[in-house]
T-cell receptor, first 115, second 111 residues
Framework: DAGVTQSPTHLIKTRGQHVTLRCSPISGHKSVSWYQQVLGQGPQFIFQYYEKEERGRGNFPDRFSARQFPNYSSELNVNALLLGDSALYLC??????????????FGPGTRLTVL | GQNIDQPTEMTATEGAIVQINCTYQTSGFNGLFWYQQHAGEAPTFLSYNVLDGLEEKGRFSSFLSRSKGYSYLLLKELQMKDSASYLCAVRDWRRDDKIIFGKGTRLHILP
């Protein structure tokens, strides 16, 4: 079975531009979470979606938005890019949300560089 | 609020044993995870603890004490490929079961 997939793997943008990152969860997983990881830090939670509805949002500005599609894949959108948005963006999928034994499995990430 | 603390860096020798500690403060503890992350790669799941005690999985073991807000990851028979960052993460039921990560411990293995 394929794991979590993300595209693109690398991306270079300039300040003020917009970016869309994509994620496909493990087959059968219905929950997708997005994380931002800057160098030397742990992943920071951005969003969680379950059954196409937002179930949680981290402390990120409104420039960050996301959605989940009927096939459970997800997009993360970032508008008006800033230099500080340069990071590894990780997508994690899990079977359900809220179950105490539920484990998140991460995709390979998208490395975003903002110049 | 929530706070997760783990050492920034550790060094150990190939073949030895190392213990990476993690302390946390959360009002809605609902499980603790350990992930391994090699440089430039995504985190990979190592272990999950929700009840007190030791969970053993091959060379890796994870321990949890909920009353002390404390966990450790024990790595035995260290191999060079174990050089990586180890992330402690806590699920918080008071925050919609969000998983909050610590900053990670960078482990260096010396030959």
């Amino acid at each position: 079975d394929a794991g979590v997939t993300q595209s693109p793997t690398h991306l270079i943008k300039t300040r003020g531009q917009h970016v869309t990152l994509r994620c496909s969860p493990i087959s059968g997983h219905k929950s997708v979470s997005w994380y931002q990881q800057v160098l030397g830090q742990g992943p920071q939670f951005i969003f969680q979606y379950y059954e196409k509805e937002e179930r949680g949002r981290g402390n990120f500005p409104d420039r960050f938005s996301a959605r989940q599609f009927p096939n459970y894949s997800s997009e993360l959108n970032v508008n008006a890019l800033l230099l500080g948005d340069s990071a590894l963006y990780l997508c994690a999928s899990s079977l359900v949300t809220g179950a105490s034994t539920d484990t998140q499995y991460f995709g390979p990430g998208t490395r975003l560089t903002v110049l | 609020g929530q706070n997760i603390d783990q050492p920034t860096e550790m060094t150990a020798t190939e073949g030895a044993i190392v213990q990476i500690n993690c302390t946390y403060q959360t009002s809605g503890f609902n499980g603790l995870f350990w992930y391994q992350q090699h440089a430039g790669e995504a985190p990979t799941f190592l272990s999950y603890n929700v009840l007190d005690g030791l969970e053993e999985k091959g060379r890796f073991s994870s321990f949890l004490s909920r009353s002390k807000g404390y966990s450790y990851l024990l790595l035995k028979e260290l191999q060079m490929k174990d050089s990586a960052s180890y992330l402690c993460a806590v699920r918080d039921w008071r925050r919609d079961d969000k998983i909050i990560f610590g900053k990670g411990t960078r482990l260096h293995i010396l030959p």
